[in-house]
């Protein structure tokens, strides 16, 4: 399953590879947790391997050990994250002792669900089932305007599930008249070819389509890739750097007659405060095209990771600050308690604070839909913003220091959000990889990696709503609900 996403991208193995692990809990008559540990342990510490980008940390001022330690923890801790949601789904699948293969699977598939959406309420999560597919599969990923990024993971448990119940029941005789070979006619293979081709033929309805692209709600929109090392970014020659590239691409897209500008996240490493004092805000000033910067806001005594648009009087019209902070890179999680043990490895500042889970972005265009970095991986950010009237989506993020596969996976993580709000989506980075995607998730360019680059699309501003938009995640809810009749009633018939 961790070969499924970037660096490799095998996406197809998403449909085969959770099978072997159902078979193993169902059939195994110890040890199953272990199994379900190494396998979640597996999957998330490959995917994730990435990670372990961040060292060496000398841009901070971390040391060699103490960086490898930082490292090896933070890959670890991630894995064993999520190992444990795996594990608990191998638990509740142990107890659930049925031998109806639907009821299994039914129940397999709610309580995986279920997890995913617990974890996702969490502090740390990235890589849920329904990624694997992304950026490749952008039929299935259309099932996401159903019930989110849900709606994709509920479909490969349930292939993967009824693919395993067929291994468990081969030895089953077929009631074919014609004495087929099982393999051929399994009623569980079957089951799952039909739920596979029928979902995929719904994905492809609704990828299919067509986008309404009237001139009224067209946007010009330019980015800017200002490829600022770490090692160098808070530092003068990096500063200068920022402010040399951003000013200079903003005045060529300006050139392009773009509307609007977006930077990366903390394009310019300043507070709020110093802004105006800054070369690229007295160009917005001097031309009048709006910029959404990337920078610092201040909240009290503390700081946010935030985005601002300027407009052309070289005023502040609106910010964001970001929601999802990275743990250890941003804040220090259970501060009061691990607090003293992190500071002593690493300088880190733990005085960054998220923004409030309840904002809106309003723009001179309309409202939009903002995500900063980390963000991307939570839906349903950008599910609220999209019901509360956003248009289209910014993403602005700073993936350096990663190794290329990192970028590629937040890319496909913004491909997700962008189908499953319907909305044009603008992504900007500081090393890449920037890209414009339409709302069925198709990408109409993508930068470099490691480069400095400008480009301007047009997008298009949109006010529909997808059942997703409107009404969450209801099919994990359901499938809980007739998961526990189809439990209960039987259980309930057979007691009185």
């Excluded at 849900?150 to 067929?166: Q, Y």
């Excluded at 005045?251 to 802004?275: C, F, I, K």
């Excluded at 959404?292 to 005594?301: E, L, M, S």
């Amino acid at each position: 399953m961790g070969l499924t996403v970037a660096p490799v991208g095998a996406w197809f193995l998403a449909w085969i590879a959770l099978a072997p692990l159902w078979v193993l809990i169902v059939t195994s008559a110890s040890s199953p947790l272990l199994l379900a540990l190494a396998w979640g342990v597996g999957y998330h510490g490959v995917a994730l391997f990435w990670i372990t980008g961040i060292h060496p940390m000398n841009w901070l001022g971390v040391p060699w050990l103490p960086s490898l330690a930082i490292t090896l923890f933070c890959w670890s801790f991630i894995s064993l994250f999520g190992g444990s949601l795996v594990t608990l789904w191998a638990a509740a699948m142990a107890r659930f002792t049925v031998k109806n293969t639907w009821q299994r699977v039914l129940f397999g598939t709610a309580i995986w669900c279920a997890l995913e959406s617990l974890w996702s309420a969490s502090p740390l999560w990235w890589s849920s089932l329904a990624y694997t597919q992304s950026p490749h599969n952008l039929v299935i990923l259309h099932l996401g305007q159903l019930s989110g990024a849900n709606t994709v993971t509920a479909v490969i448990v349930a292939v993967n599930g009824f693919i395993a119940e067929a291994w468990i029941n081969r030895q089953a005789k077929t009631s074919s008249a014609f004495s087929a070979p099982l393999r051929l006619v399994n009623k569980n293979l079957a089951s799952a070819a039909a739920i596979l081709i029928t979902l995929h033929l719904l994905g492809f309805y609704l990828y299919t389509r067509p986008l309404a692209q009237p001139p009224a709600a067209a946007l010009k929109v330019g980015i800017i890739q200002g490829n600022i090392p770490n090692e160098i970014k808070l530092i003068p020659q990096g500063l200068r750097q920022a402010i040399a590239g951003y000013t200079t691409g903003y005045y060529n897209l300006v050139d392009q007659g773009v509307d609007a500008v977006l930077t990366p996240e903390s394009a310019l490493p300043y507070y709020q405060r110093d802004l105006p004092n800054t070369d690229l805000v007295q160009a917005v000033a001097e031309k009048g095209v709006v910029a959404w910067i990337g920078a610092f806001g201040q909240t009290g005594r503390s700081y946010t990771n935030s985005l601002f648009t300027f407009t052309g009087n070289g005023k502040i019209f609106s910010r964001y600050d970001k929601t999802k902070l990275v743990p250890l890179g941003e804040y220090i999680p259970f501060e009061g308690i691990f607090g003293g043990i992190v500071q002593r490895l690493s300088p880190l500042n733990a005085h960054q604070v998220p923004g409030t889970t309840n904002q809106i972005f309003d723009t001179p265009f309309g409202r939009a839909i903002v995500g900063i970095c980390y963000d991307s991986a939570f839906p349903e950010l950008f599910r609220r913003q999209a019901a509360a009237g956003g248009q289209f989506i910014l993403s602005s993020s700073n993936d350096a220091h990663y190794s290329a596969s990192m970028p590629f996976q937040h890319h496909a993580l913004d491909m997700m959000r962008a189908i499953e709000t319907d909305r044009w989506t603008v992504r900007a980075t500081n090393t890449g990889y920037s890209a414009f995607v339409d709302p069925h998730g198709r990408t109409l360019w993508i930068s470099g990696y490691n480069t400095y680059e400008t480009h301007a699309e047009t997008i298009y501003k949109r006010q529909t709503q997808t059942l997703y938009v409107r009404w969450g995640d209801w099919l994990t809810v359901l499938l809980l609900a007739v998961s526990v009749l189809g439990w209960g009633i039987p259980y309930f018939l057979a007691t009185y």
